[in-house]
Structure formats: C-alpha cells, structure tokens
C-alpha cells in the first residue's frame, strides 16, 4: 500500500516574526510517496529533482528523520519505503526540507490511519529542522502542514496557533538565483538584542497579528518591519533594498526576507499589484545581473 502526498512551501519569519511566524504558499511545494514494506526500517528509494544534492541515508534525510521521530513515538515496526519528488528548490528560503519533512509525515501518517492530528505532526517535523539546519525550528513545518497564517506562541512544548488571513491579501515571491543554506544565514545573526530593539520588534508582532485579525492592510504594512535578522542577513540578498524601494511606489504593503532568504516576500493588497510586484522585481533584479523567478500566491 503506497500514499503520496503534498506540501507546500513556506514564508518563515514573515519579517518581525523570527522563527514564531509563518505562512504557506499555494501550489508551489513538495511531494513525497510513503509504501508500506515488510522489511523493517526506513527506505529513501528515489530523490528527484534535486540534482542529486539530497542524501538517500536515512539518519540524514528531512523525510525519514521526520517519519522516524513519528514512529519512535508510535512504536510501528515495520518498514516504509520513501519517494521524494522536490519541486522546491534547495537553498531558497521557501521552506524547502520543511516541505519535504511534512509531505512525508503526512503520507505516513495517513497510512497508520492518522493516529495523530496535523498540530501533533509538527512535534515530528521539527527534528527533520534540526537535522537540515541545526536549528529545531517550527516556522517553516507549521504553515506547510497546517496551511495559511500560523504563530508559534512557544516551543517547549509546541504551541501552534492559526491566525485568520484578510481576503485578497497576495504573496508575490521572488527568488533570485543564489543559494544560501539556512545554518550559514543562522551564523550571522546577532546573539543579543537591547531593550531598544525587543520594544520595537514586539510591537510590530503585536501589529501584524492585530492586522491579520482586523482585516487592517494598513496596519499589516506598518508592521512589516524587522531588526532582529534582516540588518544582517539582507547584506547576503543583493538588490533588497532596491526591491523594497520599487515595490513602495507601486501600492505594495510591504517586503522581507522569506525565511533565512535569499527568496523575498512581498505582501500586496490585490492580485493586481502582486503581478506589477514580479515585473518590478524582475527589472531590479536584472539590472544587477540576477535572474530571478517570480510566483505569486493568494495567502488564505
Ligand atoms: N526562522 C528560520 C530562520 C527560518 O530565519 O532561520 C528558516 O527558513
């Protein structure tokens, strides 16, 4: 008995939510094929489109490390044999090994006939994080496998919270061909924040929530601010501050960095703007000599 499953990619961060916040992107993901075997023990059997970057060792794939952390728990002894068929590209910022590990722990699950409840599976997930990054964090795994807007008010233990989404809120995501893993984004954030800066970042947090719940696009957009990881890690994104600048004259509510990037977000209040966004975008980025794809997704 065979289960395939998708996941979609994701915005971590969405700016003033370091690893608390994040939200999934439509159509755009992963999918992984889960057979039962007899043989005992986890299998990867095939890996496409990766260009043969991902490790097939099960102790070192997203997939199995999540599907492991399920059954250790589950106490199921018998085999599975996995499939991974990445649409995401790896090094992007857009929730890339969150994908993986969630599309696996979906079709896993569902083949025990679903002993646990989505929130219950990001528990799993996070240990696939841990493997691909060094960093156990939920804010990619959560939306992948809940969908939509989701807060992670704490870590120890999980507590996963979907927020509401305003109707007509737009992602245009740009993803300039660079490649930055998450544990080198990681290493150059800085270790201690002044009272100055938590004040600052948790009212933003505060605002952004309260837009979301509020339906308030002005407010979502006064709040799209962040000086905890993007002072450092935008001097990685060539053309972000241009970009930003770009996106304001054209009635975008805001830009960040998705994730530990270099992919960049942008918040629009209509599918209209969001399609200018990727044409602006893709001019910023060509003038610096920098392909860049672009996809836009309804947030909801
Ligand atoms: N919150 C994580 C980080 C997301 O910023 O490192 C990584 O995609």
Do not use: W
Not at 59 to 88: P, R, W
Request: a negative charge; charged letters at 20%; glycine letters at 10%.
């Amino acid at each position: 008995k065979s289960i395939r499953a998708f996941a979609p990619a994701t915005v971590a961060n969405v700016s003033c939510g370091f690893d608390i916040l994040g939200f999934a992107i439509d159509e755009l993901g992963d999918q992984v094929e889960v057979t039962l075997s007899d043989e005992p023990g986890l299998r990867v059997v095939l890996i496409e489109g990766d260009g043969g970057r991902l490790p097939y060792e099960a102790e070192k794939n997203t997939c199995t490390v999540a599907i492991q952390a399920m059954l250790d728990q589950h106490g199921f002894d018998g085999g599975m044999e996995i499939s991974l068929y990445k649409g995401l590209p790896l090094g992007s910022g857009m929730g890339s090994s969150a994908a993986s590990a969630a599309a696996a722990l979906i079709a896993a699950n569902a083949l025990l006939g679903e002993p646990y409840d989505k929130k219950e599976l990001v528990n799993f997930a996070v240990e696939a994080e841990r493997i691909a990054c060094g960093a156990a964090h939920a804010d990619n795994v959560a939306p992948s496998l809940l969908g939509g807007f989701v807060l992670i008010r704490d870590y120890h233990p999980l507590d996963v919270i979907k927020l509401p989404v305003p109707k007509g809120l737009f992602c245009t995501l740009l993803h300039p061909h660079l490649e930055l893993n998450t544990s080198d984004s990681r290493s150059v954030l800085k270790k201690q924040l002044s009272l100055k800066d938590a004040t600052i970042q948790s009212g933003n947090i505060a605002g952004l929530i309260s837009g979301l719940y509020q339906s308030d696009f002005n407010l979502i957009s006064r709040s799209l601010k962040d000086v905890i990881a993007e002072p450092t890690r935008a001097l990685l994104i060539p053309g972000f501050y241009e970009l930003r600048l770009a996106i304001q004259r054209i009635g975008a509510l805001g830009s960040g960095i998705s994730g530990s990037g270099p992919t960049i977000f942008v918040l629009s209040p209509s599918r209209k703007v969001a399609e200018e966004v990727a044409t602006v975008g893709q001019e910023v980025f060509a003038q610096i000599g920098l392909e860049v794809d672009a996809f836009i997704s309804e947030v909801n």
